[in-house]
């Protein structure tokens, strides 16, 4: 077997390693802050479950990333998205995948060295921005969800204080009623003030993690009127009205925009994919844009900031504020 299809089959093998750990840790039950959580609070389930030993080299990683600003933000992002991967790992997964598409786009490239490293660089940029559009994806699925989910959640609140529950114990029976991603995350915050975090401090935490207009509109009702005092339970009455209906007039507004959204979308992504193809199709087609560096790249140039410019145009257009 030649050395090119040995690597060609190593690539692949580490491509579906890589799907498998991504699968694994995005259908995992619990996140690592909960079974962390779950130690002190005397969670049965977590005694269940034995913590990975991580290595050292999966360590160092962590603690490089995370005492970075940056790192700061890919956590921020990868709790928005719940996905159970700490910031190096994430980096790290990018890397892995970088480098494994560049392998084989330079592997397929054909003979000549400046296409091939130009290829090579193609296949590492879908490997860097692949997962950053799949970490953005999911954040707005998740955040959409958790929107929907927040009427149901005030009415369950509502009717809790109104039986004479207290805030916190309202909150409990939110974590256990609900389904996730709202139950995941008032169980979240019941576990903080539990360990003695003030209520204030644990729903900002909130807040930080689902960065919505609804629900920093909750929060703040809870918090002036637990320095003030006043109807709680005919306060989150009123807001779940308003926000349902807001609700229902973005999914209305949705309907009516989504041809936009998609056209704008459908024909961005186009011209780049046609560019892609054709360059591994026929690199000697393709490879006139690159014989005058001043036509060729300039037209490349101005190409993709039309394409910039009429795809921010679309999206302001379907971009109505409710």
Known sequence: MSTLSLLLIGTIIILILIAIGVFISSSSERTLVEDRLGRFLGDEKTDEKREETPTALTEWVNRRVESSSIGERISKNLARADLKFKAGEFVAFIFILAS?????????????????????????????VGPIIYLRTQQGKRLTKFGGQLPDMLNLMVNGLRAGYSTMQAMEAISKEMPPPISDEFRRVVQEMQLGIPMDKALDNLIRRIPSEDLDFVITAINVQREVGGPLAEILDTIAFTIRERIRIKGEIRVMTSQVVMSGRILSGVPFVVFVLLWFIN?????????NLVCGGGALVVGFIMIAIGYAVMMKIADIEV
Do not use: D, H, K
Not at 100 to 128: D, E, K, N, Y
Not at 283 to 291: A, K
């Open 283 to 291: 690199q000697e087609y393709m490879g006139e844009f690159f014989n």
């Open 100 to 128: 494994a598409l560049g392998a084989i786009a330079f592997l397929f490239a054909g003979t000549s060295l400046p296409a091939r490293i130009f290829s090579a660089v193609l296949g590492a940029s879908f490997g860097i």
